[in-house]
């Protein structure tokens, strides 16, 4: 389904250029010539807007007025200010009020777009707040507890990694966040700023492989008119807008040797000076990092600043890729086909129990990222009411090579004899087996807690215990 955006404009002409860009990239448009009606349709749409794209300056009720009313009665729906030249300063107030981002009149095309989709992708995390074993009363758990809790995982990897975060969030401290493309880095950047000091200031993040070289400088500490070719209005940089709140600087690993040196005397000194300026603008803000990169290879090679490595390694995360955490994939698992079962219209009853074994064993080079992309492609596709072999793409079941994470998830051994029915059934227990193996290491043979991981039943657990012989140990603790 097309997402649904409200454009608040007291211009009818802005409102027609933005509702023809927006519908052009597939969205479905609603406008409002000013405040009072955006907040008719907000009332009458029940929560179903996914967008408030508002100006400023507006009679009756303004874009500020619209946006503290928007974050009250629709928190999870983000806004996006649009603003003219001469009001820069009050879009700066209007971020910090809780504004997704801003956009200055005129605006580019490129620019819009981008915004745009990345306000839908939070907007998308916002309405997926998914517990892994299903909903938790806010009586009996913390708030940290809640929001780790919209994490999908309760493997040991995932249980060890939600403690250090209950440790460091709540601290000032520069924080490191390292793992492989598709682990969830903004996910925990998100989480960490929620359960920080600063949870009521402002998130932003900024991804530096989207940003061009010539422009980082510009986008991370902002411009003032006239400071180079374009520049026709003072603009603020992310770390203005960031200001009181937490800036996660993704794939760190990507930023230009110059702007090293500058990142490392804005951490040094807190204060930035925007490209152009004069003066310098004091700045408080909590920076998490995150990458893929191997940065200590990239000091030894002389390609990232010794000084700026150890400056943001204070605090390192490192989050476990999913190879290394197969008793979360199931959740996952249900957790994706329902979602995007409920997106793409297409009534799912179950993911087989051989379909999901295979998915369990593969070795997910592109982790969560990948494992979401692969099952949004199968329930697109999907004929039946579930999901089985026939519908996992060729990759998942022929369980091809990871060259960079290292991993061989090729099949070595010989297709086995005998009727298919028959292989995936011995196949399928035989993973069950491990699982519920694994799980019972893991919680050091605890059953209560292992079946609380594995999203089943205390008695469900020991009778499949009995079935496969893993009852030999005593039962004082069970």
């Given at each position: 389904?097309?997402?649904?955006?409200?454009?608040?404009?007291?211009?009818?002409?802005?409102?027609?250029?933005?509702?023809?860009?927006?519908?052009?990239?597939?969205?479905?448009?609603?406008?409002?010539?000013?405040?009072?009606?955006?907040?008719?349709?907000?009332?009458?749409?029940?929560?179903?807007?996914?967008?408030?794209?508002?100006d400023l300056r507006m009679p009756n009720c303004d874009g500020l007025e619209l946006l503290r009313w928007t974050r009250e009665a629709h928190p999870d729906t983000p806004v996006v200010m649009l603003t003219a030249h001469g009001t820069v300063d009050i879009a700066v107030e209007a971020m910090r009020a809780g504004a997704f981002d801003f956009i200055t009149k005129p605006f580019?095309?490129?620019?819009?777009?981008?915004?745009?989709?990345?306000?839908?992708?939070?907007?998308?995390?916002?309405?997926?707040?998914?517990?892994?074993?299903?909903?938790?009363?806010?009586?009996?758990?913390?708030?940290?507890?809640?929001?780790?809790?919209?994490?999908?995982?309760?493997?040991?990897?995932?249980?060890?990694?939600?403690?250090?975060?209950?440790?460091?969030?709540?601290?000032?401290?520069?924080?490191?966040?390292?793992?492989?493309?598709?682990?969830?880095?903004?996910?925990?950047?998100?989480?960490?700023?929620?359960?920080?000091?600063?949870?009521?200031?402002?998130?932003?993040?900024?991804?530096?492989?989207?940003?061009?070289?010539?422009?980082?400088?510009?986008?991370?500490?902002?411009?003032?008119?006239?400071?180079?070719?374009?520049?026709?209005?003072?603009?603020?940089?992310?770390?203005?807008?960031?200001?009181?709140?937490?800036?996660?600087?993704?794939?760190?690993?990507?930023?230009?040797?110059?702007?090293?040196?500058?990142?490392?005397?804005?951490?040094?000194?807190?204060?930035?000076?925007?490209?152009?300026?004069?003066?310098?603008?004091?700045?408080?803000?909590?920076?998490?990092?995150?990458?893929?990169?191997?940065?200590?290879?990239?000091?030894?090679?002389?390609?990232?600043?010794?000084?700026?490595?150890?400056?943001?390694?204070?605090?390192?995360?490192?989050?476990?890729?999913?190879?290394?955490?197969?008793?979360?994939?199931?959740?996952?698992?249900?957790?994706?086909?329902?979602?995007?079962?409920?997106?793409?219209?297409?009534?799912?009853?179950?993911?087989?129990?051989?379909?999901?074994?295979?998915?369990?064993?593969?070795?997910?080079?592109?982790?969560?990222?990948?494992?979401?992309?692969?099952?949004?492609?199968?329930?697109?596709?999907?004929?039946?009411?579930?999901?089985?072999?026939?519908?996992?793409?060729?990759?998942?079941?022929?369980?091809?090579?990871?060259?960079?994470?290292?991993?061989?998830?090729?099949?070595?051994?010989?297709?086995?004899?005998?009727?298919?029915?028959?292989?995936?059934?011995?196949?399928?227990?035989?993973?069950?087996?491990?699982?519920?193996?694994?799980?019972?290491?893991?919680?050091?043979?605890?059953?209560?807690?292992?079946?609380?991981?594995?999203?089943?039943?205390?008695?469900?657990?020991?009778?499949?215990?009995?079935?496969?012989?893993?009852?030999?140990?005593?039962?004082?603790?069970?």
């Amino acid at each position: 389904m097309p997402s649904r955006i409200l454009v608040v404009d007291d211009e009818k002409n802005i409102r027609r250029v933005l509702q023809a860009l927006l519908e052009g990239d597939g969205h479905a448009v609603d406008d409002a010539g000013d405040g009072d009606e955006a907040r008719a349709l907000l009332r009458r749409s029940a929560g179903q807007y996914d967008l408030v794209l508002t100006d400023l300056r507006m009679p009756n009720c303004d874009g500020l007025e619209l946006l503290r009313w928007t974050r009250e009665a629709h928190p999870d729906t983000p806004v996006v200010m649009l603003t003219a030249h001469g009001t820069v300063d009050i879009a700066v107030e209007a971020m910090r009020a809780g504004a997704f981002d801003f956009i200055t009149k005129p605006f580019d095309d490129e620019d819009l777009s981008s915004i745009v989709g990345r306000a839908l992708a939070r907007r998308e995390a916002n309405r997926e707040r998914v517990y892994p074993l299903g909903e938790q009363s806010s009586d009996d758990s913390t708030e940290a507890d809640e929001v780790l809790g919209e994490i999908i995982g309760t493997s040991r990897p995932m249980q060890d990694l939600f403690g250090m975060l209950k440790k460091v969030a709540p601290s000032p401290t520069t924080i490191l966040v390292r793992g492989e493309s598709g682990t969830g880095k903004e996910l925990v950047g998100s989480a960490i700023h929620r359960l920080s000091q600063r949870a009521s200031g402002p998130f932003i993040a900024v991804n530096c492989t989207a940003i061009p070289e010539s422009l980082f400088e510009s986008e991370l500490f902002g411009h003032e008119k006239g400071a180079f070719t374009g520049a026709i209005g003072s603009r603020p940089g992310r770390f203005e807008l960031a200001d009181g709140g937490t800036l996660l600087l993704d794939e760190i690993g990507e930023l230009p040797g110059p702007m090293q040196v500058k990142l490392l005397r804005v951490l040094q000194e807190r204060f930035v000076q925007r490209v152009g300026g004069l003066n310098p603008i004091p700045v408080d803000v909590r920076l998490i990092a995150a990458t893929n990169a191997n940065l200590e290879k990239m000091v030894a090679e002389g390609t990232f600043r010794e000084d700026l490595f150890y400056r943001l390694n204070v605090v390192p995360i490192v989050l476990p890729p999913l190879r290394e955490r197969p008793t979360d994939i199931p959740h996952l698992v249900r957790h994706f086909t329902a979602r995007f079962s409920e997106r793409l219209a297409k009534p799912l009853r179950e993911v087989t129990p051989a379909a999901e074994a295979v998915l369990i064993e593969y070795g997910w080079p592109g982790n969560i990222r990948q494992l979401e992309n692969v099952l949004e492609r199968m329930v697109l596709l999907a004929e039946g009411e579930s999901l089985g072999l026939t519908d996992l793409p060729p990759e998942v079941l022929q369980g091809d090579r990871d060259p960079e994470a290292g991993v061989d998830t090729a099949r070595d051994e010989p297709l086995p004899s005998g009727k298919m029915k028959e292989i995936v059934k011995q196949r399928s227990q035989k993973l069950e087996r491990d699982l519920i193996a694994a799980a019972l290491d893991e919680e050091g043979r605890n059953v209560t807690r292992a079946a609380k991981r594995l999203g089943i039943s205390r008695k469900g657990l020991q009778l499949k215990m009995k079935e496969y012989g893993l009852r030999e140990t005593k039962e004082s603790d069970l």
